[in-house]
């Protein structure tokens, strides 16, 4: 199993982004892709995540409306797009995989596999 991060980078205050997450070695319709983030410091946190075997997608309090996740299971890609940056939004971005349905939903502890991440730094 292996999940491969891209798309991170340096962007201005108010701008976009989308991360991509490649999905390798494993039957993608049977697993829930998650990404979260984490800042030096502080605790690793979720951002959002599909249900790849139904659709359904699941987002943390301060994600609704701002970011955006979507699979595409032809290609086994799921992308995060994020919009109106914050500084705050600075962190490194992980994405994660889970066999079937993360209990409880976007959270770390319910993630098996992870990838290695992209540093996503939002400049004022």
């Known amino acids: 199993v292996q999940l491969v991060e891209s798309g991170g980078g340096l962007v201005q205050a108010g701008g976009s982004l989308t991360l991509s997450c490649k999905v390798i070695?494993?039957?993608?319709?049977?697993?829930?892709i998650g990404w979260f983030r984490q800042v030096p410091g502080r605790e690793r946190e979720g951002i959002a995540e599909?249900?790849?075997?139904?659709?359904?997608?699941n987002y943390a309090d301060f994600a609704r409306g701002r970011f955006t996740i979507s699979s595409d299971s032809v290609e086994n890609i799921v992308l995060l797009q994020m919009k109106d940056l914050k500084s705050e939004d600075t962190a490194v971005y992980y994405c994660?995989?889970?066999?079937?349905?993360?209990?409880?939903?976007?959270?770390?502890?319910?993630?098996?596999?992870w990838g290695r991440g992209t540093q996503v730094t939002v400049a004022l």
């Open positions: 070695g494993f039957q993608f319709e049977e697993f829930a």
């Open positions: 994660a995989a889970e066999y079937l349905w993360p209990d409880p939903p976007v959270s770390v502890d319910s993630y098996d596999y």
């Open positions: 599909i249900v790849n075997r139904d659709g359904t997608t």
